[in-house]
């Protein structure tokens, strides 16, 4: 079962574009995670937002926790075709020794 | 390399056959953990392993699954018996640290195609 569900499923934008991922999750975390998977490779980290922050930044990336609302989102500013790739975001299964994946968002950026 | 590597990259079986999937992991990292993600999918945890102890399996499908990482370095994902519904990337990650509080790195995953 996922944990975490991103929203938008897909998103198109074009290039110089802000875009913006959303996650919700449904029960009470210690972090939560935020990769990047290019087509056919495996995933890459971004950043890791501990559930006592509010806000972390990371180059064009930031991203939010509201533990309250049980939410996370992820902006990524002036985007570049480069960033075009799914966006996942994973939180522990309520404090258990395992990351627990949403079904992503996939992101296009048009040149 | 300094990565994550999976092998084989592609996998092709016929059902009923046994697969092996390897797993080399960052070196000294102590997490490891197996995934697997089907297509447009987000990974679906298998099991993960705390140096050579297998700390959770929860996510194995069946018992034709099985792990392990004998040394606490290399780890084998074994399928038994391949079904059709095995399909799917097999991705591997290992962190430094024990369970999730640190960011997992992952290899290129390993596509099974059962026919």
């Known amino acids: 079962s996922q944990q975490g569900e991103e929203d938008p499923q897909a998103l198109s934008i074009q290039e110089g574009e802000n875009a913006t991922m959303n996650c919700s999750y449904k029960?009470?975390?210690?972090?939560l995670q935020w990769y990047r998977q290019n087509s056919g490779r495996g995933l890459v980290h971004l950043i890791l937002?501990?559930?006592?922050?509010r806000e972390k930044h990371s180059g064009r990336l930031r991203v939010t926790l509201d533990t309250s609302k049980k939410s996370s989102s992820l902006l990524i500013t002036a985007s570049r075709a480069a960033d075009t790739a799914s966006y996942f975001c994973?939180?522990?299964?309520?404090?258990?020794?395992?990351?627990?994946f949403g079904k992503g968002t996939k992101l296009t950026v048009n040149p | 390399g300094a990565g994550v590597s999976q092998s084989p990259r592609y996998k092709v079986a016929k059902r009923g056959q046994d697969v092996a999937l390897r797993c080399d992991p960052i070196s000294g990292h102590v997490s490891l953990f197996w995934y697997q993600q089907a297509l447009g999918q987000g990974p679906e945890f298998l099991t993960y392993f705390q140096n050579e102890a297998q700390l959770d399996k929860s996510g194995l499908p069946s018992d034709r699954f099985f792990a392990e990482r004998p040394e606490g370095s290399v780890s084998t994902l074994k399928i038994q018996r391949t079904q059709q519904e095995d399909s799917a990337v097999y991705l591997c990650?290992?962190?430094?640290?024990?369970?999730?509080?640190?960011?997992?790195?992952f290899g290129n995953g390993t596509r099974l195609t059962v026919t």
């Open positions: 937002i501990r559930s006592n922050e």
């Open positions: 994973a939180t522990d299964g309520g404090g258990s020794e395992k990351l627990v």
């Open positions: 029960t009470s975390i210690n972090n």
């Open positions: 990650a290992s962190s430094l640290a024990p369970g999730f509080n640190s960011p997992l790195h």
